[in-house]
C-alpha cells in the first residue's frame, strides 16, 4: 500500500471513529426496541420526532383552541377564564336569518362568512379559468417559452405583505393608476373605498398572487397527455375547440380537481394580501374569516379570545370537509392512473 | 460519571443565565412616532455613564407591537421591564408599584399626581410611571392653503359646522379631495362628542348608552363623509378599529384642515418643512364647549421585573424635572411635570416658525377640555367605547349600516366587552 492510500485510510479511520462510536453506543437500544417491537416499533421509533414537532405545534395548539372556546373573558391563561361552555359558539350561530346578517348576534362573523363565501366563488372560478388559460398559452411552442413560464410563477415567491402593499400603491387615491386614468384625462377614482372596486382588488390580487403555482400544476398535466391522441384529432381534421373539450379537459380532470380543492381551502383563508391591500373595507365589504378572527382574537381594542377560537374551530371544521374532498380527489385519481 | 455530572451542571446553568436577566440588565420597550426613540437612547446613555453598574437596553419596536404582542407577553408574566405604552389602564394590573422602590414618592406624586390615576388599578395609591408625554386632540389648518383661497382662518370659538364650511370653500377653490379628515380612531371623535354634549361614562361607572350628544356629532360626521367634505378613504377603508391617520394627506397639501393631536406636531414639522405654513387650531366649538381629549404615552415600570430595585433606579431618573424638561423640549411633546410646566420657559427644539405656536395653543387647550372628556383617560371602558364607535360609525359611512342601527350595535358591542371581561 502506498504511503499515500495508507494516510487516505487513516484519515478515513479517524472521522469515522466518532460516528463508529456514537453507533455502537446507540445500537444497544435499538436492537433491544426492535427486538421488543419488531418492524413495526421501528418505523414509529424514526416518525416519534416528526410526530412529537406535529404534536406540539398543530396538535396540542388545537386542543388549547377548543377548551379556550369553552370559555370566556379578557385573561389570556385558561385557569384565569370562565368556563361556558358552548356559549361562545351559541353567540356566533345565533341568527334571525342566516341570509340576513343585520339579524345575527354577530352580525360581523357573519358578514364574514358571506364576504368568504362570495369571495371563494368568484376567486376559485377565476383562478382556475385564468390558470388554465395560461398553461394552454404556456404549453404552447413560443419563443422564450421558459422565460414566461417564469414570469407567471415570479408573483408566488412574493410574500403576501409585498404583494398587498404594491397593489395598494397602484390602486390608493394617489397611487399608479390614477396618476395613468389622470394622464390620459380621466377622472381620478377611489377605487378602494368603492365596495364593488374593492372586491373586485381582492380577487384580482388573490389570483394574480398564486395563479402561477395552479398554472404549474395544470402545465404538469397537459404534459402528461399523449402527443398522438393531438396528432390523430389533427389527422382527422378536429377543431380546436372540439379538440379541448373532447381530449385535453377530460385528460386534465385529475389535475384540475386538485387545483380546484388546493384554491378552495386556500380561498377560505384568505388573509395577508387583503387584509394589507384593502384592510377589510371599505366599511365591511372585504372582511374575511380570518381577518375576523385575527381582529378578535389579537388586534382589535375589543378582544375576545374565546370568541375567536370559536369562530377558528367553526372555520377548521369546513377547513376539514375541504381536506378530505381532496384527499378523496387524490385516492381517486389513483386509482384511475393504476387501472389505466 | 463525574465529568457527565459536571458537564449537565455547566450546561444547565449557561441555559438558565441566558434566559433570566442578569442583576443590573434593564430591558424598555419603546415605540416613537417621531425623534424621541434618539431623544431618550441619549438620555440613557448618559444615565448609563453615571450608573456603570446598570445596563439599559432600549427596544425600539413598532406601536403595533405594544399594542398586541405586549398584552400577550404580560399576560404569560414575561415581558420587559419598563415599556412606553398607551393602554395604560387596561393593563395597570401588570405594572409595578414604585412607591417603596423610588427615592422620594412625594416628588411623584406631587409631580405627576394628576395623572397617576390613568396607570393604575381603580382605588390604588400605587406608582406605577409617569407620562412620557401628554396628548391633546386637536386641529391643524394648512394656513398657505386658506390664503391661496381667501378664506380667513375661523376664529377662537369657531364650531366645527364653521371649520367645515371654511374648509369646504378652500377646498373647492384649491380642487381638493377633501375638506378635511380626522384620524380613524374613536378617541380622536370622542373630544367632539364630548363638546356637543355626550357623556359616554353611566352613573355606576360603567358605559352608558350612546346618548344624543355622540349623535350629533356622529350624524354631522356621517353627512360630511356622504357629501365629500371628509376625506373618505381614512375611516371607509378599513374594517373593525384599524387606526389610520390622515396626517400624510394633509402633509402633501390634500386638506385644508385635519383634526389629530398634539404628537403630530413634531411630524408635520419635519416632513413638511417649509412647503406651506400650518397653524394648531384647537378644538372646534360644538353645542356644550370646545374641548379635545387628553391621553399621552406612559412608561410604566412591568411588575415581572427581575430587577425591581434598577428599575426604580433609571425611573427616578427619566422623571426628573431637567430630563423631563429635556424630553419635551427635544422632542416637541407635552410635559406631564408640574413643576416643568408652573415654571414654563420650554424652549422647544425647533427652528420652525410654525412649531412653536403651535405647541402654544396645544398647552392653552388643555385648559379648556370639559369634565366629561377629563374623565375618559382613566377610564377603564373608554377603549372599549373607542372600539365600538369607529367599527360601528365606519360601516355607517360605507353604506352598511344606517345610523339608527348603529347605536344599537354601539351598545351591544360595549355591553358584550364588559359582560366578556367579569
Redesign the interface.
Given at each position: 500500500m502506498s504511503a499515500a492510500a495508507t494516510l487516505k485510510a487513516l484519515t478515513g479511520a479517524a472521522l469515522a471513529a466518532p460516528v463508529v462510536w456514537l453507533a455502537s453506543i446507540v445500537n444497544v437500544p435499538l436492537k433491544w426496541w426492535q427486538r421488543v417491537t419488531g418492524t413495526g416499533g421501528m418505523a414509529a421509533f424514526f416518525l416519534a420526532p416528526n410526530m412529537a414537532i406535529f404534536g406540539i405545534f398543530v396538535v396540542v395548539p388545537l386542543v388549547i383552541n377548543f377548551f379556550y372556546s369553552a370559555t370566556?373573558?379578557?385573561?389570556?391563561?385558561l385557569q384565569d377564564r370562565?368556563y361556558v361552555g358552548l356559549e361562545q359558539y351559541q353567540r356566533l350561530l345565533d341568527c334571525g336569518s342566516y341570509l340576513d346578517t343585520?339579524t345575527c348576534r354577530e352580525?360581523?362573523f357573519w358578514?364574514a362568512v358571506h364576504n368568504t363565501g362570495l369571495f371563494v366563488v368568484v376567486q376559485v372560478a377565476l383562478m382556475t379559468i385564468v390558470s388554465m388559460i395560461t398553461a394552454l398559452i404556456l404549453n404552447r411552442e413560443m419563443v422564450g417559452r421558459s422565460f414566461w413560464r417564469a414570469v407567471f410563477f415570479f408573483p408566488v415567491l412574493l410574500s403576501p405583505v409585498v404583494t398587498g402593499l404594491i397593489w395598494r400603491w397602484i390602486l390608493?387615491?394617489?397611487g399608479l393608476l390614477n396618476l395613468i386614468v389622470h394622464d390620459l384625462g380621466g377622472e381620478p377614482y377611489?377605487w378602494?373605498?368603492d365596495?364593488f372596486w374593492?372586491f373586485t382588488a381582492a380577487v384580482s390580487v388573490s389570483v394574480w398572487a398564486h395563479m402561477g403555482f395552479y398554472t404549474l400544476i395544470l402545465l404538469a398535466g397537459l404534459q402528461a397527455i399523449p402527443r398522438d391522441l393531438y396528432e390523430a384529432a389533427e389527422m382527422d381534421g378536429t377543431r380546436p375547440a372540439r379538440v379541448f373539450w373532447r381530449i385535453t379537459l377530460p385528460l386534465l380532470m385529475p389535475n384540475l380537481l386538485v387545483v380546484i380543492v388546493l384554491a378552495l381551502i386556500r380561498a377560505v383563508q384568505i388573509f395577508d394580501e387583503v387584509y394589507v391591500l384593502?384592510?377589510?373595507?371599505?366599511?365591511?365589504?372585504?372582511?374575511y374569516l380570518t381577518?375576523y378572527i385575527y381582529?378578535i382574537g389579537?388586534?382589535?381594542?375589543?378582544r375576545?379570545p374565546?370568541l375567536a377560537s370559536a369562530a377558528s374551530i367553526l372555520m377548521g371544521l369546513v377547513l376539514v370537509v375541504l381536506t378530505l374532498l381532496q384527499l378523496q380527489v387524490g385516492r381517486r385519481g389513483e386509482r384511475k392512473g393504476a387501472r389505466e | 460519571m463525574t465529568k457527565t455530572r459536571t458537564l449537565l451542571a455547566a450546561l444547565s446553568v449557561s441555559l438558565l443565565a441566558s434566559t433570566s436577566a442578569f442583576a443590573g440588565d434593564v430591558r424598555i420597550m419603546w415605540y416613537s412616532d417621531g425623534v424621541e426613540g434618539d431623544v431618550i437612547q441619549d438620555l440613557l446613555n448618559r444615565f448609563m455613564k453615571d450608573n456603570p453598574d446598570i445596563h439599559v437596553t432600549l427596544d425600539n419596536v413598532a406601536y403595533k407591537v405594544i399594542?398586541?404582542q405586549l398584552p400577550?407577553q404580560l399576560?404569560?408574566g414575561q415581558g420587559p421591564d419598563i415599556a412606553r405604552v398607551t393602554n395604560i389602564k387596561e393593563l395597570a394590573q401588570h405594572w409595578l408599584d414604585l412607591r417603596p422602590l423610588v427615592a422620594d414618592p412625594k416628588y411623584w406624586d406631587d409631580n405627576f399626581g394628576d395623572t397617576l390615576d390613568w396607570m393604575r388599578p381603580d382605588g390604588s395609591k400605587a406608582i406605577t410611571g409617569f407620562m412620557t408625554q401628554l396628548t391633546l386632540t386637536g386641529g391643524f389648518a394648512n394656513k398657505t392653503l386658506f390664503e391661496q383661497a381667501g378664506v380667513a382662518l375661523p376664529g377662537e370659538k369657531a364650531t366645527w359646522d364653521d371649520w367645515i364650511n371654511a374648509a369646504a370653500e378652500v377646498a373647492k377653490s384649491q380642487q381638493l379631495?377633501a375638506a378635511f379628515a380626522i384620524d380613524r380612531s374613536g378617541h380622536r371623535i370622542s373630544g367632539a362628542n364630548v363638546s356637543y354634549g355626550a357623556n359616554y361614562i353611566g352613573p355606576d361607572g360603567k358605559p352608558a348608552k350612546v346618548d344624543d350628544g355622540t349623535k350629533a356629532f356622529v350624524g354631522k360626521l356621517v353627512d360630511w363623509t356622504a357629501k365629500g367634505l371628509m376625506l373618505?378613504?381614512t375611516w371607509?377603508?378599513?374594517?373593525?378599529?384599524?387606526y389610520?391617520a390622515a396626517a400624510d394627506d394633509f402633509i402633501?397639501a390634500?386638506l385644508p384642515f385635519y383634526y389629530s393631536g398634539s404628537w403630530q406636531v413634531a411630524n408635520l414639522s419635519t416632513k413638511i418643512g417649509d412647503s406651506f405654513d400650518w397653524v394648531a387650531t384647537g378644538s372646534p366649538c360644538g353645542t356644550a364647549g370646545c374641548s379635545g381629549v387628553k391621553g399621552g404615552a406612559a412608561l410604566v415600570a412591568i411588575r415581572y421585573t427581575k430587577n425591581p430595585k434598577d428599575v426604580a433606579k433609571v425611573m427616578d431618573y427619566l422623571a426628573r424635572e431637567d430630563i423631563v424638561k429635556e424630553f419635551s423640549e427635544r422632542t416637541l411633546f407635552l410635559p406631564a411635570h408640574k413643576g416643568v410646566i408652573a415654571k414654563g420657559g420650554l424652549k422647544w427644539g425647533s427652528a420652525d416658525k410654525n412649531v412653536g405656536p403651535a405647541l402654544d395653543k396645544f398647552v392653552k387647550a388643555a385648559g379648556e377640555t370639559l369634565p366629561a372628556a377629563d374623565a375618559l383617560p382613566p377610564w377603564k371602558w373608554a377603549?372599549?367605547y373607542?372600539?365600538?364607535l369607529v367599527?360601528r360609525v365606519?360601516?355607517v359611512?360605507?353604506?352598511?349600516?344606517t345610523l339608527d342601527?348603529a347605536w344599537g350595535?354601539i351598545d351591544q358591542?360595549i355591553a358584550?366587552?364588559v359582560a366578556?371581561?367579569?
Open positions: 370566556s373573558g379578557t385573561a389570556y391563561f370562565s343585520a352580525d360581523l358578514k390608493q387615491r394617489q377611489n378602494l373605498t365596495r374593492a384593502t384592510g377589510g373595507g371599505p366599511g365591511t365589504s372585504t372582511l381577518q381582529e389579537f388586534a382589535s381594542l375589543l375576545n374565546g | 399594542q398586541e400577550i399576560e404569560a379631495p373618505k378613504d371607509v377603508s378599513a374594517a373593525g378599529s384599524t389610520r402633501n390634500q377603549n372599549a373607542f372600539a365600538a367599527t365606519s360601516q359611512m360605507a353604506g352598511e349600516l342601527d350595535k358591542d358584550d366587552k366578556e371581561a367579569k
